[in-house]
């Protein structure tokens, strides 16, 4: 692999034809650990895929211990990507079509996160309890830590099973819902004002199968540089991370890399209640006091305004950094139009030296069909130019002659 990428012996394509045959014969991709269907105990958890097909993981058999990881496999890694953005994406991308924004089954934003279980629940009970709200995907109860996860449909039944559930009494324990972080996103920064959505989810579904994927604006509309890409699993964000980190993966013709980082999980719907806050020492002694506008001459004050000074300083310094960086941006950008503009001239001399030695190439071989007559006549042309310099030059000194013999007859 390391000499197929980097340094390429003279018979690249016969080692390569061989490893894949190789390959071929004797590894094969790696299979989930669980069926279609089925559930499967591991250690104190259960662990079940909704459908009769199986999940993204599942494979319908057992893989082999010792086999290559997803990334490294030939028809699955990285060659297999860079074929499939050489080949399906090359050329002019206009006029996309837009995307289907309809909510596909079983995503990743309609998944649950249920806490503080009992661990005696048997599992087709928990099953029992939120399948009355919808159908049932990925089921994951994890009996040690008294957690489950639990993928629904769509969002909207997710929802309810939420609201409804909240708080709610399983055996005198009350179950704790909140939603699932996304572990399947990526934030890909960088993005050039002509980059929409349609070009992002294109660019981006050569590494796998893409739930939902937008373009960050801002109250105008205007892009921030940013975007958010979720895929169908993890494997496919992994591997867009690993592949941009190690190379430099354009989307237009500008030159600017697209930067890809694990999507950070936030939770900014739900935010924190006050049934999942945890009553200790340290939440007692601050509800001591509740929301108060501190004396300007008390201690209080003057320790506020000292936070305050400490985040004016962040802020400034924040934006002395972002004006730096973007000054930075643009000398890179002068620079690299010089480069790109003294890269098209050498590129057209080339051309041209290229188009002279064809020339001469041409007059070699009519020199060669000719013989010694085309010889012949290229020298008598030679020495007709000849004499024709030779006669201009002698007409003109005798004009001159009579030039000058004429201004010495009017002077007389």
Not at 323 to 337: C, F, G, K, T, V
């Given at each position: 692999?390391?000499?197929?990428?980097?340094?390429?012996?003279?018979?690249s394509h016969?080692?390569?034809?061989?490893?894949?045959v190789?390959?071929?014969?004797?590894?094969?991709?790696?299979k989930g650990?669980d069926?279609?269907?089925?559930?499967?105990?591991?250690?104190?958890?259960?662990?079940?895929?909704g459908?009769?097909?199986?999940?993204?993981?599942g494979g319908?058999?057992?893989g082999?211990?010792?086999?290559?990881?997803?990334?490294?496999?030939?028809?699955y890694?990285?060659d297999k990507?860079?074929?499939?953005?050489?080949t399906e994406l090359?050329?002019p991308?206009?006029?996309?079509?837009?995307?289907?924004l309809?909510?596909?089954?079983?995503?990743?934003?309609?998944?649950?996160?249920?806490g503080?279980?009992?661990?005696?629940?048997p599992?087709?009970?928990?099953k029992?309890?939120?399948s009355q709200?919808g159908e049932l995907?990925?089921v994951?109860?994890?009996?040690?830590?008294a957690y489950?996860?639990i993928?629904?449909?769509y969002?909207?039944?997710?929802?309810?099973a939420k609201?409804?559930?909240?708080?709610k009494?399983?055996?005198?324990?009350?179950?704790?819902i909140?939603?699932?972080s996304i572990?399947t996103?990526v934030?890909?920064?960088?993005?050039t004002?002509?980059v929409?959505?349609e070009?992002?989810?294109?660019?981006f579904?050569?590494?796998g199968?893409?739930?939902?994927c937008r373009?960050?604006?801002?109250?105008r509309?205007?892009?921030t540089g940013?975007?958010?890409?979720?895929?169908?699993?993890?494997?496919?964000a992994?591997l867009a991370?690993?592949?941009?980190q190690e190379?430099c993966?354009?989307?237009?013709?500008a030159?600017?890399?697209?930067?890809?980082e694990?999507?950070e999980a936030?939770d900014?719907?739900e935010?924190?209640?006050?049934?999942?806050?945890?009553?200790n020492?340290?939440?007692k002694q601050?509800?001591?006091?509740?929301?108060r506008?501190a004396?300007?001459n008390?201690?209080e004050?003057?320790?506020?305004?000292?936070w305050?000074?400490?985040?004016?300083m962040?802020?400034?310094?924040?934006?002395?950094?972002?004006?730096?960086l973007q000054?930075?941006?643009?000398?890179l950008?002068?620079?690299l139009a010089?480069?790109r503009?003294?890269?098209?001239?050498?590129?057209?001399?080339?051309?041209?030296m290229a188009?002279?030695?064809?020339?001469?190439?041409?007059?070699?071989?009519?020199?060669?069909?000719?013989?010694?007559?085309g010889?012949?006549r290229?020298?008598g042309?030679?020495?007709?130019?000849?004499?024709?310099?030779?006669?201009?030059?002698?007409?003109?000194?005798?004009?001159?002659?009579?030039?000058?013999e004429r201004?010495?007859?009017m002077?007389?």
């Amino acid at each position: 692999h390391y000499h197929h990428h980097h340094q390429p012996p003279r018979h690249s394509h016969s080692v390569f034809s061989l490893f894949s045959v190789f390959i071929m014969e004797n590894g094969s991709p790696q299979k989930g650990r669980d069926g279609g269907g089925g559930s499967e105990r591991r250690g104190g958890s259960y662990y079940q895929q909704g459908g009769s097909g199986g999940g993204s993981s599942g494979g319908g058999g057992g893989g082999k211990r010792g086999q290559p990881p997803y990334g490294r496999h030939p028809q699955y890694g990285y060659d297999k990507i860079k074929e499939r953005v050489n080949t399906e994406l090359s050329g002019p991308q206009m006029d996309l079509p837009p995307l289907d924004l309809a909510e596909k089954k079983f995503n990743a934003s309609s998944r649950l996160f249920v806490g503080n279980l009992p661990r005696d629940l048997p599992y087709e009970e928990l099953k029992e309890i939120f399948s009355q709200y919808g159908e049932l995907g990925q089921v994951y109860f994890n009996k040690d830590g008294a957690y489950a996860f639990i993928n629904f449909d769509y969002r909207a039944n997710a929802e309810k099973a939420k609201r409804e559930m909240q708080g709610k009494n399983c055996r005198n324990r009350p179950m704790k819902i909140r939603y699932a972080s996304i572990s399947t996103g990526v934030r890909v920064k960088n993005l050039t004002p002509c980059v929409s959505n349609e070009l992002l989810e294109k660019a981006f579904n050569v590494f796998g199968q893409i739930e939902a994927c937008r373009v960050i604006v801002d109250d105008r509309g205007k892009t921030t540089g940013d975007g958010i890409v979720i895929f169908a699993d993890k494997k496919g964000a992994t591997l867009a991370i690993k592949k941009c980190q190690e190379e430099c993966y354009f989307l237009t013709s500008a030159l600017r890399p697209v930067i890809v980082e694990p999507l950070e999980a936030r939770d900014e719907e739900e935010g924190q209640p006050e049934s999942s806050m945890h009553k200790n020492e340290q939440y007692k002694q601050e509800r001591k006091e509740g929301p108060r506008f501190a004396d300007r001459n008390s201690f209080e004050y003057e320790y506020g305004i000292r936070w305050k000074r400490l985040y004016e300083m962040y802020k400034e310094k924040k934006l002395l950094l972002e004006s730096d960086l973007q000054a930075e941006m643009e000398q890179l950008e002068r620079r690299l139009a010089i480069v790109r503009h003294e890269h098209e001239t050498e590129k057209l001399r080339r051309e041209l030296m290229a188009r002279e030695q064809e020339a001469m190439q041409l007059g070699r071989s009519l020199y060669g069909r000719q013989g010694g007559y085309g010889m012949d006549r290229y020298q008598g042309l030679q020495e007709d130019r000849y004499t024709d310099r030779y006669d201009t030059s002698r007409d003109e000194r005798y004009q001159q002659a009579l030039q000058e013999e004429r201004y010495q007859r009017m002077q007389e």
